[in-house]
């Protein structure tokens, strides 16, 4: 791997590190030894074939999976092997592949979801002081309206229509707000534009764009088959293949990397 | 569509249509419950049925809901007048004032249900179980103790969590239909164990003391001036006042951000403990508070009944409280109360089918199963304050 380009933003400081990490499972060697840095306020593109380990490095990030072997550290601190719950309140925030919102529930509930560590949990809070639970509540009504009147205006409206009568693309908006409420260090956004039209894609990569202008601090990770995104929003790319990296740099260099090329062509014989 | 929303939020709909539903329906439940004649009853079912469709048709049903989901507040403080007409009507008719607290706290215990059932999904198929501690609870303290009624119905409820905490721990560690078999198992498990306890009574079952508040004894007989009043009227206060309770519990719950976290690890349990949700704790919550409130029906009911016996907790008794559950459509407290006054009582009434009720609960839920699943009356979109913009 000696010539993998690491041409990074050396000012920022490392975000999250991944050292070593592998996960297996059974036979099969989902993440393979992978050494990965994110550094902060960066947009990384996470990219690779079917199958080479970007979204089990997402699941093990944000501790849905434990990792078979090495580290990970987020802001100097080490979180191998941490709860979903703690990645989470640590900062850590993420969209899934196959968009994982509650249908049944409103907007509003399900931006209010991924703000749970703001919300005052309480029994005694939530039963019996009602009126300081509508003062809060206004206030997180306030917080979701000037996040969804980013994204699409309309959709304010709709606040309180159940989320499953929005359109894909709503919906993927609606999951980016809820990954957002919460002010995250990071997030992580596991490909965005599946199931969306290229021209919803392109209207989609301009709200991300236009939310990281307006959010200092923000880093994100992003996982995507549309080359084209890929190459207009990301610094910086890292290649997987079979859970390894094989190639870092910025989009024109890896995409220009022989053996990026062989990982999705295959081998010339 | 958009144009809908908007004047969802901002018209206001009028109060009087659902106010019209509630007094129409009041009428027609005194009509059903003061009828004996059997061929008039089944007609008055039948009418029922056409009127409920025929307002579907014709749109009534909508304009009620509408009217129904701003005005909810009043609406509940006029349900509950109508409540006190019904038992006012029939002041001095012990079978029928017996039937309407049996619905009261039947609601109370279903809307214990909903809470693990409906919000949380923890599926629970003991739930007469749990209402049977709670009405053993009651035997046992009122027969060898001196504490307070009023307390006993609170221990029950106490009891009934506590014992239900046994089971947290395989609930927990199993999801979906493994957690209630966990369940299933216990309700089974609990009947033998009264049978085969002589404590207890075993299969015969015990006497439960009456109520008794500061010397009011619950067991007799009032009158006011030259009108007799039957003693149950007494039970149907402390019930009413149980239900009022636990409705203003639920409904808070729901509307709260417990209410959002227990519908979100129902959903989607992955992603809600990407969020920071923590799974075991609100699951412990809702399986606890939920018991808390089937236990306290039980205890009161025990006391209403004056006695109990193994042979009225069954698994059978659990799936009627989940057929309710189903009838009036998960999650929605008023769903609960309506089908627990159709499950309850129309049975009752037709003695024709009392044998075959079992048959007619099971052919009712695979109905509302094919052709209504969401229930009679099926959840609503939270609104954390209705009636106010949001």
């Known amino acids: 791997m000696t010539e993998t380009v690491t041409t990074t933003t050396a000012t920022n400081p490392a975000i999250l590190e991944a050292r070593g990490l592998t996960r297996r499972f059974g036979g099969v060697v989902a993440l393979d030894n992978l050494d990965l840095t994110v550094n902060a306020s960066e947009i990384l593109g996470l990219i690779g074939p079917n199958g080479s380990g970007k979204t089990t490095f997402f699941n093990v990030i944000t501790g849905i999976y434990q990792p078979s072997s090495g580290t990970v550290t987020f802001e100097n601190a080490d979180v191998t092997g941490a709860s979903p719950q703690k990645m989470y309140h640590v900062g850590v925030s993420r969209t899934f592949q196959r968009s994982r919102l509650s249908l049944p529930l409103s907007l509003f509930d399900n931006i209010m979801i991924g703000n749970h560590k703001r919300l005052n949990q309480g029994l005694w809070f939530n039963l019996m002081r009602r009126s300081a639970f509508k003062d809060e509540f206004e206030k997180n009504f306030q917080a979701a309206r000037a996040l969804l009147e980013i994204f699409s205006p309309p959709l304010v409206k709709r606040m309180f229509d159940p989320v499953g009568a929005l359109p894909m693309i709503d919906r993927r908006r609606i999951e980016i707000c809820r990954a957002l409420i919460s002010e995250p260090r990071l997030l992580l956004l596991d490909e965005p534009s599946a199931g969306m039209t290229h021209d919803e894609t392109a209207e989609l990569m301009n709200d991300i764009l236009l939310v990281r202008d307006q959010t200092r601090n923000l880093t994100i990770v992003i996982v995507e088959h549309e080359m084209g995104m890929i190459e207009r929003i990301t610094s910086r790319c890292v290649v997987l293949n079979f859970g390894r990296k094989i190639a870092d740099g910025p989009y024109r260099s890896v995409a220009a990397d022989p053996l990026v090329q062989e990982a999705y062509l295959g081998t010339s014989v | ?390």
Request: charged share 10%.
């Open chain 2, 1 to 390: 569509m958009k144009e809908m929303n908007l004047s969802r939020v901002s018209s206001h709909a009028p109060l009087w249509p659902s106010l019209a539903a509630l007094v129409l329906s009041t009428v027609y439940l005194i009509a059903l419950l003061a009828v004996e004649e059997q061929t008039l009853i089944i007609g008055l079912l039948a009418a029922a049925g056409v009127a409920v469709i025929a307002a579907n048709y014709v749109g009534v049903s909508d304009a009620v809901s509408r009217s129904f989901a701003e005005h909810e507040s009043i609406f509940s403080l006029c349900a509950v007048v109508a409540a006190f007409a019904v038992a006012a009507y029939f002041h001095d008719n012990h079978f029928v004032l017996l039937l309407v607290v049996t619905v009261i706290l039947y609601i109370v215990a279903t809307l214990g249900l909903n809470v693990q059932f409906g919000y949380s999904g923890v599926l629970n198929f003991a739930g007469a179980s749990f209402f049977g501690i709670g009405a053993y609870t009651s035997a046992v303290l009122n027969a060898h103790t001196a504490v307070p009624t009023l307390l006993v119905v609170l221990i029950g409820g106490v009891c009934a969590a506590l014992i239900g905490s046994l089971l947290l721990l395989p609930v927990l560690r199993t999801r979906g239909h493994y957690a209630a078999l966990v369940t299933i198992a216990f309700a089974l498990l609990f009947k033998t164990f009264l049978e085969v306890n002589d404590v207890l009574g075993g299969p015969q079952g015990l006497q439960v003391g009456g109520m008794n508040i500061l010397g009011w004894s619950f067991n007799d007989n009032l009158s006011i001036g030259d009108i007799d009043l039957s003693f149950y009227l007494n039970y149907f206060l402390v019930s009413m006042l149980l239900l009022i309770g636990a409705f203003v519990l639920v409904r808070r719950l729901e509307r709260s951000w417990i209410g959002l976290n227990l519908d979100a690890l129902r959903l989607d349990e992955t992603a809600a403990g990407c969020f920071g949700l923590n799974i075991a704790r609100w699951k412990i919550v809702s399986f606890t508070l939920g018991n808390l409130l089937i236990g306290m029906a039980g205890a009161l009911f025990g006391m209403v009944g004056s006695f109990i016996a193994p042979n009225n907790y069954t698994f059978a008794d659990s799936l009627i409280l989940v057929s309710i559950l189903l009838l009036g459509g998960i999650g929605n407290v008023w769903g609960v109360i309506v089908a627990t006054i159709i499950v309850v009582i129309v049975p009752e009434k037709l003695q024709t089918i009392q044998e075959y009720r079992f048959l007619i609960y099971a052919i009712l839920v695979i109905a509302v199963l094919l052709f209504r699943p969401d229930g009679l009356l099926p959840r609503p979109v939270r609104r954390y304050f209705p009636g106010a913009r949001s």
